[in-house]
């Protein structure tokens, strides 16, 4: 039986040109959660539960994951963080909400982050699980410590080459991710990481699409963005391991480029914080939604 969040109503929701799976529970003010890479929208499970309590939460799996509809690259627009956030944008609107609190993790950070610099209306508080924007993460990526990203220059490539590396040994390809994100102790229970694999294995060309665009015109929007000077205007909240004393660079500073009211903030935990430490993700977000 596929896992789901407990007291949660799923459902596909048309949204654009996609149909997204999405699972909704509790009542109150709309926060989005968009989870991450390799995973699914079960990563937001435990920070989901508890924030039904006092808010609507929407836990959607991205386009090209999960149980979402996985589009062909068509061109280099079909995957861009801009298209996907119109995908979360056209969610909220069809399930009754014009604004809305908005989280992401990792690649659901980046779409959070593009989603905030073109539909600032929309949102109206943004956090960020341990990411960069995409422009500051490639321009700190250097030398021999560029290697623990290793999996952003495979899927970077023309289309081809990297879905059949990863089609050959697609477990244990998305399986290193989630053993060595970790931290400690710490594991994705066995039948949540089973579900992750799966998801992954079965979408092996839309999640190198998603990265591909990374490389390509998610940087160029960026890019633009940063020479007009926009900037994302609503409460900003970073929740980061510590990146900057890993690989030498001001994280907090990066940020503050991008993010006029912003609380940025490390945890010590990996880069699964979400699953690992929900308590303390809890409170972060909570405070950020009193700000």
Do not use: C
């Amino acid at each position: 039986m596929t896992p789901t969040i407990p007291q949660f109503e799923y459902q596909r929701v048309a949204a654009g040109d996609v149909v997204l799976n999405v699972a909704v529970g509790g009542a109150g003010s709309p926060v989005v959660l968009l989870h991450g890479f390799p995973q699914t929208h079960l990563m937001w499970r435990h920070v989901a539960a508890d924030l039904a309590a006092d808010h609507t939460v929407i836990v959607p799996d991205l386009r090209g994951y999960g149980a979402s509809s996985k589009p062909t690259e068509r061109d280099r627009s079909t995957y861009a963080k801009r298209t996907m956030a119109q995908d979360v944008v056209a969610l909220a609107r069809e399930l009754g909400h014009e604004r809305f609190a908005l989280a992401g993790h990792d690649r659901g950070a980046l779409v959070a982050v593009r989603t905030g610099l073109d539909h600032p209306d929309r949102v109206t508080h943004l956090a960020v699980l341990d990411a960069l924007p995409t422009l500051d993460m490639w321009d700190v990526l250097r030398g021999a410590d560029a290697a623990v990203a290793f999996h952003l220059y495979l899927m970077a490539q023309p289309p081809g080459l990297p879905e059949r590396m990863i089609v050959a040994s697609a477990d244990e390809f998305f399986g290193f991710f989630l053993d060595a994100w970790g931290a400690g102790a710490y594991a994705i229970p066995p039948e949540v990481r089973a579900e992750y694999l799966r998801a992954s294995r079965e979408a092996v060309p839309s999640i190198v699409a998603d990265y591909r665009a990374s490389a390509g015109i998610d940087v160029e929007h960026d890019r633009a963005d940063r020479a007009a000077g926009r900037r994302l205007t609503m409460p900003v909240t970073v929740l980061q391991q510590d990146w900057g004393a890993a690989l030498g660079y001001d994280a907090a500073g990066l940020w503050s480029a991008w993010a006029a009211d912003l609380d940025h903030r490390t945890l010590d935990a990996g880069h699964f914080m979400a699953e690992q430490s929900p308590r303390e993700v809890v409170a972060v977000l909570q405070a950020l939604l009193a700000r």
